[in-house]
T-cell receptor, first 119, second 113 residues
Framework: AQKITQTQPGMFVQEKEAVTLDCTYDTSDQSYGLFWYKQPSSGEMIFLIYQGSYDEQNATEGRYSLNFQKARKSANLVISASQLGDSAMYFCAMREGLLRSSNTGKLIFGQGTTLQVKP | DAMVIQNPRYQVTQFGKPVTLSCSQTLNHNVMYWYQQKSSQAPKLLFHYYDKDFNNEADTPDNFQSRRPNTSFCFLDIRSPGLGDAAMYLC????????????FGNGTRLTVT
């Protein structure tokens, strides 16, 4: 079963508008972490934002915010005021079992969403 | 700046000819990972080191091996590359605290001819 599901293979957004990239996850752990990464066409993976399962507030980092709905097991990324440089592939990822001593930090990735920003 | 460095950026090898990809870090992170990423797909974890402890994923082919001689360096060896091994190989590091993000290198794009 898919642990991380990103249902939008591709998205378009007009420059300066906001866009939401969807991510749902599946885990039976009470403690887990959720991450979003950006991958431009050059290939490097850039960390954007983190949300812990026990965090009461939604994470924000500049123009990035995470709409965390724990009961629905969703962690959608919101990019405000889109810029042309935001065009890239975006990956949602999860790390399970934060409180297990055996956890070595393996990250499980979703299939990604390709975002194109139109001028 | 502290970083994760992968060499080479592009690697071309022949079918069946062993190849080694390298990764170094100046972050002093104790966990290092190797991911394989094929075009427009999610990165797939091959294995990772927690300090010196090697953790292999169950579905990683035996053709793929890894070495970590010290904290700073990690190598990915492909013993007999096949055409299906052509991909981007990403090295990443993190601290032990599992809320710590993975820091990725720029990747090595492997072509098999």
């Amino acid at each position: 079963a898919q642990k991380i599901t990103q249902t939008q293979p591709g998205m378009f957004v007009q420059e300066k508008e906001a866009v939401t990239l969807d991510c749902t996850y599946d885990t039976s752990d009470q403690s887990y972490g959720l991450f979003w990464y950006k991958q431009p066409s050059s290939g490097e993976m850039i960390f954007l934002i983190y949300q812990g399962s026990y965090d009461e507030q939604n994470a924000t980092e500049g123009r990035y915010s995470l709409n965390f709905q724990k009961a629905r097991k969703s962690a959608n990324l919101v990019i405000s005021a889109s810029q042309l440089g935001d065009s890239a592939m975006y990956f949602c990822a999860m790390r399970e079992g934060l409180l297990r001593s055996s956890n070595t930090g393996k990250l499980i990735f979703g299939q990604g969403t390709t975002l194109q920003v139109k001028p | 700046d502290a970083m994760v460095i992968q060499n080479p950026r592009y690697q071309v090898t022949q079918f069946g000819k062993p190849v080694t990809l390298s990764c170094s870090q100046t972050l002093n992170h104790n966990v290092m990972y190797w991911y394989q990423q094929k075009s427009s797909q999610a990165p797939k974890l091959l294995f990772h080191y927690y300090d010196k402890d090697f953790n292999n994923e169950a579905d990683t082919p035996d053709n793929f091996q890894s070495r970590r001689p010290n904290t700073s360096f990690c190598f990915l060896d492909i013993r007999s590359p096949g055409l299906g091994d052509a991909a981007m190989y990403l090295c990443a590091t993190s601290r032990t605290g599992v809320n710590s993000p993975l820091h990725f290198g720029n990747g090595t794009r492997l072509t098999v001819t």
